[in-house]
């Protein structure tokens, strides 16, 4: 049996104060706590433990201090890499399993990654790109081809030299990733690219070279 840190760290105080003291920590049906590992561009990134449920906007603003060097606010990425992204107006949730998946997000390993305004969003799209390209297995079609391709066509609109199909070529191919493969890495990578596309479309659509 595989267990992670965070899990085994909570052994010893349930077992010391019952499961009840732990679960009452969150709300009803996500109980406990959750460690939120917060980075980017905050005044204090870190690893705070919070209930669950905590406000999305008290982890940045209270707990990391909020932005830093007065930026602005301009997206979320609320539970790691394979989370969809959120935009700044979607920070007043709960941070627990269902009110994630309510706004097509997830919990995930709770690693808060905090963009701001000035930050390009095809950065963000390029760093999510190369990481499943690379990290990809090969094993089955739908993710080996699709995230390479991808990776192909974000460093193409990088480089300047974009096509104008380019986006929903990228949607095209990450549709046709999700639900289709061996193991969970494919919807892992699939489901950012394409929250990224749909929510940030018209700042991606600004580095076409027609634009
Ligand atoms: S979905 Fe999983 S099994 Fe299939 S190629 Fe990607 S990493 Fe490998």
């Known amino acids: 049996m595989i267990n992670n840190v965070e899990t085994l760290s909570n052994i010893p105080f349930i077992v010391m104060n019952g499961a009840d003291w732990f679960l009452k920590k969150g709300l009803p049906k996500d109980g406990g706590t959750r460690i939120f590992g917060v980075s980017g561009m905050v005044k ?3 690893i705070y433990e919070l209930p669950l449920g905590t406000k999305l ?3 940045i603003f209270d707990h990391a201090g ?3 060097d007065g930026k602005q606010l301009k997206a979320v990425i609320p539970g790691g890499m394979s989370a969809p992204i959120l935009t700044a107006d979607e920070i007043d949730l709960p941070m627990d399993f269902d009110s994630l998946a309510g706004v097509g997000s997830m919990l995930g390993s709770a690693a808060v990654i905090v963009i701001d305004r000035e930050t390009s969003i095809l ?3 390029s760093a999510v790109s190369k990481f499943y390209s690379h990290e990809s297995c090969g094993q089955c079609t739908p993710c080996r081809i699709g995230t390479s391709w991808i990776n192909k066509i974000v460093k193409r609109l990088a480089r300047g030299e974009g096509e104008e199909d380019d986006i929903d070529a990228i949607i095209r191919l990450a549709s046709n990733i999700k639900g289709k493969t061996l193991c969970p890495l494919g919807d892992a990578a699939a489901l950012p690219i394409l929250s990224i596309c749909q929510k940030f479309r ?7 070279p027609h634009a």
């Open 57 to 59: 906007r008290t982890i």
């Open 44 to 46: 204090r990134p870190g």
């Open 123 to 125: 950065d963000v799209l």
């Open 66 to 68: 909020g932005m830093k």
């Open 202 to 208: 018209r700042e991606l659509e600004g580095y076409l």
